[in-house]
């Protein structure tokens, strides 16, 4: 596959020298010919030395707190909380979403834990919204050694809620499974938006969320059904009654106008609430559907709008809709800016970070924004500021034993907010010759070597290049499902043109931390430099995306990358001198890919002639699997991976993020059928459903042909 006319910048002159009788190659080669044969010879016949173009150290943080890893050497699948008992300041505990709770010391080189409350047989975790989501302690732990889990139960189909009283038989060591209690079990009509947050308030009694039920738009209307357990705040008595009481303050204790349990209601899908330790103030992130997350303060018998309105907007209907007796978000964040999925916080009140003190903390699970939010004591007015970013895949944040934050990734591990201590920010490369990675010229440095999927990632018909450079003494694996492990220092990059014209280059960089982040470089006017953009920009009508969008496709569960697969690579590349090499082969000749990797074949692109469902699966997988993928950050079900089979994929099933109008339960795809394919509505169209959700104006006329063409050629969908 040829690289356009980026290709002709990699024809740099080559130094050799001889040692011990061999050629060391100190630099790229023109062209290397044999006299005898003519045979051309790769443009690149050794690894390039690469002293420069590495990851640079990652910007410091502009405000007072950053965070640093802690507990470096623990990773957990599936986790959504991270909770220290009370009175214990020893030790943490974790709940993973299969099930499983497990506990260790409080130990920076901790490297073992152990299992607390094993329940993996009664959860059901299906589905990404699905599984054991939240513990509480009871306030007197020190004595009853109780828990309350909020977990689903039940088959794929047919998921149900249950919170459950557990307890220790071992004085706390352990949790019993044979002492379950259920206090609630109740059908879920869908298999998202189980919301699952508990805690309990200053009042003693426990606090329990719940979202609107699933699939999108609120079709029960439970949001605004008081008498429905979905879309509400619950607030139970578990210290009387039998399972419980209900607290006579309740706003519907009488059950005649609401649900007895229910505290407050409209709510879509809480994804975490808290309590401030000092004014006991609730506080809530509920995720939005396709435009805006709120943070909202919760009081007794409080409406919260949904699904009247998401967020500050009108929902149903989009305009016009009665707000009388609403309560509106304290914060807003739109998806158009970049935010995804909300995780609420904390408000902060420890000591390190002094100006943080009173402030909600929160973040945002697909961006890894993490912000703060003051209120004004004389206006009450509101002031949002981001801390830090490249928090990717926040399931969790809580506060320790002494008041300082902890952040909890899904699979990542646990992050800290720490003071920033830095008195001066250090420069961050501020042109492209500063990166190392190019020469004065803006023109890329030897040790960038070129590559090009076989199936690229739609971006608005712009022409794209890329480049990957590997620190010295270090090398790429590859891990068990064909993707690229780049190591710690290296940087890709991706250079866009429109119209022959330069409009971007963009680093992704994997800092020594070992995340993944993005820094786009603008060009300008008269295309002779590029400069870094500290946020979001436009070029020409190029849009450059912030550099926490560029986390949203760029995710942890993606790997931080994307393209770099084997069957992606599988195909041979025309390199500048004219020479063809099959690119898995180039980098293992070039002693930068380790192990002799498979040839799995290539990915089919969208215009060749590969079978149309290959093709159109393949569409699929590129443009959506970074986030449709089993704990990926996608909302739904959705697997689109290709090595996925269709019946597996969840395509056939009813679309659980809203049917856009083709009638309720109308499904992903629909055999024969494109036109009323919830897909294609995604796809195909502009607007706030618009799938991918970014990095993208135009839709793909020749990719979503193919798409349509195969779901028009299927007889049956399995």
């Not at 699933?214 to 008498?227: C, F, K």
Request: some cysteine.
């Amino acid at each position: 596959m040829l690289v356009r006319s980026f290709a002709a910048l990699l024809l740099i002159g080559c130094q050799t020298k001889v040692v011990d009788g061999d050629t060391d190659v100190l630099a790229d080669t023109d062209t290397v010919a044999n006299p005898d044969t003519d045979v051309v010879g790769p443009a690149l016949t050794a690894r390039p030395a690469n002293a420069t173009c590495v990851a640079p150290a990652r910007p410091p943080s502009l405000t007072d707190a950053t965070t640093v890893r802690v507990f470096p050497n623990l990773k957990f699948d599936a986790a959504v909380q991270v909770i220290q008992p009370p009175d214990d300041p020893t030790v943490f505990w974790v709940v993973r979403q299969n099930g499983l709770i497990v506990r260790f010391d409080n130990d920076p080189n901790v490297s073992t834990t152990t299992d607390v409350l094993d329940i993996v047989g009664l959860v059901n975790d299906t589905s990404n919204e699905l599984g054991l989501l939240s513990i509480a302690f009871h306030p007197d732990w020190a004595n009853n050694h109780e828990i309350f889990a909020s977990f689903n139960t039940g088959t794929a189909g047919a998921p149900r809620s249950r919170v459950s009283r557990f307890r220790s038989t071992d004085g706390g060591a352990t949790i019993d499974p044979t002492t379950e209690e259920v206090l609630l079990n109740f059908a879920q009509p869908y298999t998202n938006h189980n919301g699952g947050s508990t805690a309990f308030g200053p009042d003693g009694f426990l606090y329990l969320g719940f979202g609107d039920g699933g699939l999108a738009g609120d079709p029960l209307e439970s949001g605004q059904d008081r008498h429905s357990l979905l879309g509400k705040i619950l607030r139970i008595d578990v210290d009387h009654g039998a399972p419980y009481a209900i607290p006579s303050d309740n706003p519907f204790a009488d059950g005649v106008d609401g649900a007895p349990e229910v505290w407050a209601y409209g709510i879509r899908n809480p994804w975490r609430f808290s309590f401030d330790p000092v004014d006991g103030t609730l506080w809530l992130g509920d995720v939005g559907q396709d435009a805006v997350e709120e943070i909202d303060r919760v009081s007794r018998g409080g409406n919260y709008g949904w699904n009247t309105m998401e967020g500050d907007r009108c929902y149903d209907p989009r305009t016009g809709c009665d707000r009388a007796g609403l309560i509106l978000p304290v914060e807003t964040m739109l998806h158009s800016d970049g935010h995804y999925s909300v995780t609420g916080g904390v408000v902060y009140r420890g000591t390190a970070i002094p100006s943080l003190v009173g402030k909600y903390v929160w973040g945002d699970y697909g961006s890894g924004q993490i912000w703060s939010l003051e209120s004004d004591p004389i206006t009450g007015a509101e002031t949002k500021s981001e801390l830090v970013s490249g928090v990717a895949s926040v399931t969790h944040i809580g506060a320790d034993a002494e008041g300082e934050l902890l952040l909890l990734t899904r699979n990542q591990g646990i992050r800290k907010l720490v003071p920033n201590g830095v008195s001066a920010p250090e420069a961050f490369p501020a042109t492209l010759p500063e990166t190392g990675c190019f020469d004065a010229d803006n023109q890329p440095l030897p040790m960038l070597i070129p590559y090009a999927p076989n199936h690229p990632f739609w971006s608005d018909g712009a022409e794209k290049a890329r480049w990957l450079s590997v620190p010295d003494g270090k090398t790429i694996s590859v891990d068990a499902t064909g993707h690229l492990v780049l190591p710690k220092g290296a940087v890709l990059v991706k250079q866009f043109e429109v119209d022959g014209q330069r409009v971007e280059t963009r680093l992704m960089v994997r800092h020594e931390d070992g995340d993944w982040a993005g820094y786009s470089y603008a060009w300008n006017d008269a295309r002779t430099q590029a400069t870094l953009l500290p946020g979001s920009g436009l070029v020409d009508g190029w849009s450059i995306p912030s550099r926490s969008g560029c986390l949203r496709c760029h995710n942890a569960t993606a790997g931080g990358t994307l393209g770099l697969t084997l069957d992606q690579l599988d195909v041979e590349r025309t390199q500048s001198n004219g020479y063809v090499e099959n690119q898995i082969d180039e980098l293992v000749r070039l002693g930068l890919l380790r192990g002799a990797p498979t040839h799995p074949g290539a990915l089919p692109p969208v215009d060749g002639d590969a079978p149309l469902e290959a093709r159109a699966r393949a569409w699929l997988a590129v443009n959506c699997a970074m986030c449709h993928v089993p704990q990926g950050t996608a909302n739904g079900d959705l697997d689109l991976r290709v090595t996925t089979s269709l019946a597996d994929s969840g395509l056939c099933g009813p679309a659980d993020q809203g049917d856009l109008g083709l009638g309720a339960g109308a499904p992903v795809i629909r055999a024969g059928d494109a036109a009323r394919s919830v897909l294609m509505k995604r796809i195909g169209e502009l607007g706030a459903y618009h799938m991918p959700p970014l990095a993208t104006a135009q839709v793909d006329e020749v990719g979503v042909g193919v798409v349509a063409a195969w779901i028009n050629g299927l007889r049956t969908c399995p």
